[in-house]
């Protein structure tokens, strides 16, 4: 197997991660960087996911897979499988306890491995805060780059799924983006999964990859089934439109793509972006759509104070101010508990989107 554990002292950038990727096992040829392929197959975002873990755990024997009930295949099933191809000694269960999930993961990155971590729901990450936040994030920058945990990738599932109620539907992205040290990567479909999965695993930083559970099943389509990976920190322009610049990130960009569909027969024309890493996040994008649209808004299902769309509306009126016609408007989460049986007036819905869209343009 043509392989190279060699890793060099990597520059470190204003937000505590280095710039390079790492090399990395490859049982034949090294992964495409582009996810066109001849060879694709129909599959949901779960199946995405499991294939990818499948590849990194093929590609390179140094990957681990662990976490509660991970052995069969966890309760969203995206573990199915790998127990059985690659041993009990690399696919295990812990006990419930996130803290000792991760900490045992940076252990285990520290020692050069792929320590690939699940916490069941993001909603159960807390326990594991001062893990993630004070010792994974922090482990290069206090060795001054001589020791690192970059294998550490946490994969766990957020948002909204018509029936979690306060314990099981929270989006905590924003939390973890305040953390210089870590990079928190969020995919919106199947293709997109597996690419940014498989970049966060190999990346030379410690990666927080929400999954949005709400998707695992309803969201379906062609994914290349070759080894490719997608860039980090690299918003994409999934709609191009003049009037004015959506930004989201994983489920939120279906329900924002219906709104600029419903806002188009109404004569507006809207620019969707995803934004799929939070942090670092590509503010060139998004500066240069809106300096075209001269107009902002920003929707994501975590409660609207303190959330990620207010770090990207402080930024983006700091470098657009002059170009802005109508004060950046964000469509998001209410600041109260993730409610059960009023789930529906607490989310961020098509027609919230569509009314701050027209408000917005009609400034």
């Not at 320590?115 to 159960?124: K, R």
Request: glycine share 8%; net charge negative; aromatic share 10%.
């Amino acid at each position: 197997m043509a392989s190279s554990l060699a890793l060099s002292l990597k520059r470190i950038s204003s937000h505590g991660v280095t710039t390079s990727t790492w090399r990395h096992f490859s049982t034949s040829s090294s992964p495409s960087l582009s996810p066109s392929s001849s060879s694709s197959s129909s599959l949901n975002l779960y199946s995405a996911i499991n294939q990818a873990l499948h590849i990194a755990m093929d590609s390179d024997p140094r990957a681990y897979v662990f976490g509660e009930d991970v052995g069969f295949g966890g309760v969203f099933r995206c573990t199915t499988g790998l127990a059985d191809k690659f041993g009990k000694d690399r696919v295990f269960n812990t006990p419930l306890c996130e803290q000792g999930i991760v900490g045992f993961g940076i252990g285990l990155a520290a020692m050069g491995n792929r320590a690939i971590a699940e916490i069941q729901f993001a909603d159960y990450i807390f326990p594991a805060f001062d893990q993630i936040v004070n010792e994974a994030a922090k482990f290069r920058y206090r060795s001054g780059n001589q020791f690192n945990c970059g294998g550490l990738t946490i994969r766990t599932p957020y948002g909204a799924v018509g029936h979690g109620g306060h314990y099981h539907s929270q989006s905590p992205e924003a939390f973890f983006c305040h953390v210089p040290g870590l990079k928190v990567v969020i995919p919106r479909s199947p293709k997109q999964a597996k690419g940014l999965l498989l970049s966060s695993i190999r990346d030379p930083n410690p990666v927080v990859f929400f999954e949005p559970k709400w998707l695992y099943r309803l969201s379906v389509e062609e994914v290349p089934e070759h080894d490719y990976m997608l860039p980090l920190s690299e918003a994409e322009v999934i709609r191009e439109g003049s009037d004015i610049t959506l930004v989201g990130w994983g489920a939120q960009l279906s329900i924002m793509e219906q709104a600029c569909v419903d806002a188009e027969k109404d004569g507006i024309s809207c620019e969707l972006i995803d934004l799929k890493t939070l942090i670092p996040w590509d503010k060139e994008t998004v500066e240069a759509s809106v300096r075209k649209t001269g107009r902002l808004l920003i929707s994501h299902e975590a409660p609207i104070t303190g959330g990620f769309g207010a770090e990207i509306s402080a930024s983006i009126v700091e470098r657009c101010f002059l170009r802005l016609e109508a004060p950046v408007a964000r469509v998001c989460g209410l600041d109260t508990p993730f409610p059960l049986v009023f789930e529906p007036f607490y989310l961020p819905t098509k027609n919230k989107i569509l009314d701050a869209i027209k408000s917005t343009v009609n400034y």
